[in-house]
């Protein structure tokens, strides 16, 4: 793979996750994307919802951060099956992780690193965001660690 091909991450803090589709600058086809968020007790179809616009924009890599990190990757993974159920999905796959035990960091390094589409199709309309919610301070250290080790 060209590492020069590689598109820029591009971190984005937002108040709160109702906010998350409205704020992302969605220019290309696909896109990943780091979610940091302390999720609050919501039901799976309720979280589901709130991603399934970004799922039919071409969500193509899914990484959770945060608390119930896994209740949220695993909703993404059902409203990515419902869509495909109801033909409204055409893309093959959706890549999703889940970071609880590890640290920020740890799951920024995977982020820029691994979380990648295999498919060279889907890499040449990518864009890339790490997105804290409802914490700046999330955001700053994810700007800060990429720039500290040269990943952003």
């Not at 990943?32 to 071409?58: C, I, N, S």
């Not at 608390?67 to 055409?90: M, P, T, W, Y």
Request: hydrophobic share 45%; with cysteine; proline share 5%.
């Amino acid at each position: 793979m060209d590492v020069s091909s590689i598109p820029d991450i591009r971190v984005i803090a937002v108040e709160n996750i109702q906010r998350l589709v409205d704020c992302l600058p969605l220019s290309r086809k696909y896109f990943t994307l780091l979610l940091a968020w302390d999720a609050p007790k919501l039901g799976q179809d309720e979280v589901a919802e709130l991603f399934r616009p970004l799922v039919k924009r071409g969500l193509a890599y899914f990484c959770a951060w945060g608390n119930r990190c896994e209740e949220v990757h695993d909703a993404v993974d059902r409203c990515f099956a419902q869509l495909k159920i109801e033909g409204k999905e055409s893309d093959p796959i959706l890549m999703t992780t889940w970071h609880q035990d590890e640290s920020l960091a740890e799951a920024v390094w995977f982020f820029k690193m691994l979380a990648m589409p295999s498919e060279s199709y889907v890499r040449a309309e990518l864009e890339r965001f790490a997105v804290a919610v409802g914490n700046p301070e999330w955001a700053r250290e994810m700007e800060s660690i990429l720039l500290q080790t040269g990943l952003h």
